[in-house]
């Protein structure tokens, strides 16, 4: 099996806030790019910046000729319609050998059955989720989850690697999409339980900003203190580019596997209630840090 390294071609679909800055990487790096988006605007300004990059109508036309496809898109659903199912499907385009890498963060059993799905048409799955958002899809450090073979991820480490900086494979496929999911959960908690620490301090006199300048100093140190409380919570600018409605898509896919494996486990069932209602509340382009106003409504609401 050859390493896919650069000048090899690439199919890349979904170019919206993460997708664009990780095809970006992968541009920079000497890949050659065929990119496709339902938006025509993010492709044709997408290959605008890269001339080298061919534009293409269809997840069929971007996958033809191609040694490998990505998909970063919204969720598994969407993905296995893009991949396999869709009129125009990549596998129609792929040739037999391929591999896809969903870095998505998409269902992980529904990401079992892709993989299984797309094995009897000769081509290999990757579930590649990450972590780190906007800011580190941009400098190329993002955290991959990788689940499926260790040969296949060993055939791609360079795609990776001009993406991501911790490149993980944590097991057969499902295992990234799995961890992605429960991660999520970890990153909502975290953000949650500081935005009610906001909300109660400010009403107490404490002033929001030394308030986080110490968790970060202190025990109650997480993602959120360090990433989001200063720069898009306690500004209000609300603009960490994840939105509210892919939170509450992660939280409800880690509830998913739980309950998929008879597991009682009711913080991540309140979790995923108090997200959907605050998704409802915001609306459904609402920055996930604007949580923060929700948290501050229910504050004003409930006694
Ligand atoms: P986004 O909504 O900004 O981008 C999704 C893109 O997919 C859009 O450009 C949209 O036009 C395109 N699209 C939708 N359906 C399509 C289809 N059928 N065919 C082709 N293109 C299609 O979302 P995002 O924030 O970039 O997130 C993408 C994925 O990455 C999600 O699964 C999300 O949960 C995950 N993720 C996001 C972040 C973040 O910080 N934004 C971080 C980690 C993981």
Redesign the pocket.
């Known amino acids: 099996m050859t390493t896919l390294a650069p000048p090899a071609t690439i199919a890349f679909?979904?170019?919206?806030?993460?997708?664009?800055p990780m095809a970006n990487r992968l541009a920079e790096a000497g890949f050659k790019l065929r990119v496709?988006?339902?938006?025509q605007k993010?492709v044709s300004d997408f290959v605008g910046a890269h001339p080298s990059a061919v534009a293409t109508a269809s997840?069929k036309a971007a996958a033809q000729g191609a040694a490998a496809l990505i998909t970063?898109?919204?969720?598994g659903k969407?993905v296995r319609?893009?991949v396999l199912e869709?009129r125009d499907a990549a596998v129609e385009g792929l040739e037999a050998g391929a591999l896809v890498m969903d870095?998505?963060?998409?269902n992980p059993v529904d990401t079992q059955k892709l993989a299984r799905d797309l094995a009897s048409r000769g081509v290999a799955l990757l579930d590649a989720?990450?972590?780190?958002?906007?800011k580190r899809?941009i400098d190329g450090s993002?955290s991959i989850m990788v689940g499926g073979a260790a040969a296949d991820l060993e055939r791609v480490q360079p795609v990776f690697g001009a993406m991501g900086k911790t490149i993980t494979l944590c097991g057969p496929a499902g295992a990234g999409h799995a961890l992605?999911a429960l991660n999520?959960y970890l990153s909502a908690a975290g953000l949650v339980a500081m935005c009610e620490a906001l909300v109660v301090g400010e009403a107490f006199g404490l002033d929001p900003g030394t308030m986080v300048d110490v968790f970060n100093s202190s025990t109650g140190k997480s993602n959120a203190t360090e990433v989001k409380g200063r720069q898009f919570v306690v500004s209000r600018t609300f603009a960490?580019?994840?939105?509210a409605g892919?939170?509450v898509?992660?939280l409800r896919t880690a509830s998913d596997v739980a309950s998929h494996l008879k597991l009682h486990v009711p913080n991540l069932k309140q979790a995923v209630a108090y997200w959907a209602d605050a998704n409802g509340r915001l609306g459904a382009s609402a920055d996930h840090t604007e949580i923060f106003r929700y948290a501050e409504m229910l504050a004003d609401e409930e006694t």
């Open positions: 679909i979904g170019l919206g806030m993460m997708g664009r496709f988006d339902l938006s993010a997840a970063m898109l919204p969720d969407i319609q893009a869709g870095m998505s963060s998409s989720p990450v972590s780190g958002g906007v899809a993002l992605k999520n960490a580019g994840f939105t892919l939170m898509k992660d």
